[in-house]
């Protein structure tokens, strides 16, 4: 799901450098018209591009305009690749703030360097992480050993939890635990994403596992006898439905001997099929 943000943001970011109206309004924003109408072209890209972030800044790196918070602008964000979308270069960066992990393509604005850039992006905050946990019916958290970035719940980090995310992190293989007192079972599994590793940590209810466990050992039981009760039936049916003719073919034998001898013959011993 994240992976697939790259080329999407990438591609549109590339969109709005070469958008001919953004760009017109964006090298004639001078005085309060201008300015007005290059806010209300961002904010109207905004809608359709269908996306977290998208902001536009200045040669200087001054914000000019954020679509996702039109009364937050004016300042100048250190943000990794916006210098270098300055002078010309397509950027992809991964951030990290209050609202969580933030993926932003950076393109060039204004028809060539040195005039500004166009930044849109998608924010992998705890409403992605809800999102993903309703999916897999797993919590689910995106953490490093110093911090929890995106979590679909909002715990804090243990001590246990930290050291698990260091040893997975040193020996890049997935660590799994089992918190007995809690009934959680854990898998940490070294993740990394462009410029940032983190770990993936998912954890389960192993209660509920164990409990669902437990329903269907009874369930195969309860099947289990449920076939051998049919089996035992049909066999018993099958049975009497092969004696019958036996039983027929011996009482009519008896019979005949009768009628010949006069005299009736002792059955003896054994099973039909003896006599």
Request: hydrophobic share 45%; glycine share 8%.
């Amino acid at each position: 799901t994240i992976r697939a943000e790259v080329p999407r943001l990438a591609a549109l970011a590339k969109l709005m450098k070469s958008h001919a109206e953004l760009n017109a309004h964006f090298l004639a924003r001078g005085g309060q018209k201008g300015m007005e109408r290059l806010r209300w072209t961002i904010d109207r890209i905004y809608m359709d591009a269908k996306v977290d972030i998208l902001q536009v800044s200045d040669a200087d790196e001054v914000v000019i305009h954020r679509a996702h918070d039109p009364r937050n602008y004016g300042d100048k964000p250190a943000i990794w690749g916006v210098a270098e979308a300055i002078e010309g270069e397509d950027t992809i960066v991964t951030s990290k703030d209050p609202s969580g992990l933030a993926l932003r393509a950076i393109s060039p604005l204004g028809g060539g360097a040195g005039r500004g850039t166009v930044m849109v992006g998608s924010l992998f905050n705890d409403a992605f992480a809800k999102r993903i946990a309703r999916e897999v019916k797993a919590e689910v958290a995106f953490a490093t050993p110093l911090a929890l970035w995106p979590s679909s719940q909002t715990t804090q980090l243990s001590n246990r939890q930290i050291a698990l995310m260091e040893q997975s992190l040193a020996s890049k293989n997935a660590e799994f635990d089992y918190d007995a007192e809690r009934g959680k079972a854990q898998l940490f599994v070294p993740f990394r994403f462009f410029h940032e590793t983190f770990v993936l940590v998912v954890e389960t209810d192993a209660n509920r596992s164990e409990a669902m466990m437990r329903e269907t050992v009874r369930s195969q039981a309860a099947l289990t006898v449920g076939l051998l009760a049919v089996a035992i039936l049909l066999g018993t049916l099958l049975t009497l439905g092969s004696m019958r003719p036996l039983t027929q073919l011996k009482q009519r034998a008896i019979d005949r001997v009768a009628d010949i001898t006069g005299q009736r013959i002792e059955e003896g011993g054994g099973n039909e099929i003896d006599s």
